[in-house]
């Protein structure tokens, strides 16, 4: 069930369920969460569940801002300090090392944790209230089913759950995709996951460099294990039931004008209209917008919109391969995986 997120009824009637171990539907910023109780191992494990994610696979903890952060870890190198005190409250998620014993199930199991603190306004109204009645984070992973696309908007998340989760509307989401994971367990801030900020804006508000993790080579069997976890990370992700391929500007043209195939829907999702020679009644074009920051916003709310029309293939036209659309790239590379081929 969807209620207002911006009511305070509806603000009690979450914090109410989330008090007795439940799940709800979450705006923040970047994405909708699956939130629950991250101390509690009970409420963890119905997250896990519901999305059908393996239990290995750890989930963020999300937290009401700095004080709360002795409730999971006691040591912030000065670097991951500087990354709080630069980009929280924000798109920003941080691994580092976690109290032994804590916050088993929402980890996996991991001596580490993965911590955001959300801006929000819904998120966090929610972890205040949250921090009153002694629940310090909510564990919350995107609100959808292990493998699909993130969900933008409170509707997206209805879609995936139907009655069976209460969810907060907050409106569409500012950012479009998650956040930028870092972690800081490693000596020095690596990116394992990008998002909307850049490299260079993250370097520069953690005072020093920081490296890529899919730059990094974690060879040899007992490194490789060492390397993290992270299911944004998976080759084949955030993937909607079309076939999606990313393709250049001349390569949709090109291909668009040998459809030669019946049945097939093709929704186009480029900066420009292809013009074709002769009119084609197979595809649908959609504008994507220039701005990166626009683009993230849009991207999962479009790959939703062309599966909901039922389009068989969606051919995406290739960002361009800049700083500010690495996140974007990311996400669009492993929606397309089932539909990548040789070319
Ligand atoms: O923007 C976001 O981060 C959204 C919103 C809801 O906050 N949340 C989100 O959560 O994307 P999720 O669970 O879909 O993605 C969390 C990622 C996963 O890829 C997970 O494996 C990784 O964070 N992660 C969590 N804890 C970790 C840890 N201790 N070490 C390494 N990776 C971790
Ligand atoms: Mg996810």
Known sequence: ?????????????AVASLRGDGVIGLPTETVYGLA????????????????GRPTD???????????????FTTEVPSFAQNLMTAIWPGPLTLILKKIPGIATTCTGG??????????????????????????????????????RVSPTTAQHVFEEFGESVLVLDGGPCGVGIESTIVDCTRGAPIVLRPGILTLDQIS???????????????EG???????????GTLESHYAPNAVVRLLSSDEILDRLQKITATG???????QSRPILSEVSQNFLFKPMPNSPQECAKALFAQLRGFDSLGMTEIWVQEPPQTPEWAGITDRLQRAAHRGSEPR
């Open 1 to 13: 069930m969807i209620i207002d997120g911006s009511a305070p009824e509806s603000i009690d009637r």
């Open 36 to 51: 629950a109780d991250a101390l509690n191992d009970v409420a963890a494990l119905k997250i896990f569940n519901l999305k």
């Open 57 to 71: 696979h750890p989930l963020i903890t999300h937290i009401a801002g700095q004080e709360a952060l002795r409730h």
């Open 204 to 218: 520069k508000a953690a005072k020093c460099a920081v490296q890529q993790a899919d730059k990094i080579s974690f």
């Open 264 to 270: 097939l829907t093709i929704g186009v999702w480029a």
């Open 110 to 147: 991991a001596s580490t944790i993965a911590l955001r603190c959300p801006s929000h306004p819904v998120a966090k109204n929610i972890l205040r209230r949250c921090n009153e009645i002694g629940i310090w984070g909510l564990a919350a992973p995107s609100a959808n089913r292990f493998g």
């Open 221 to 231: 069997a007992a490194s490789q294990s060492a390397a993290p976890k992270a299911s």
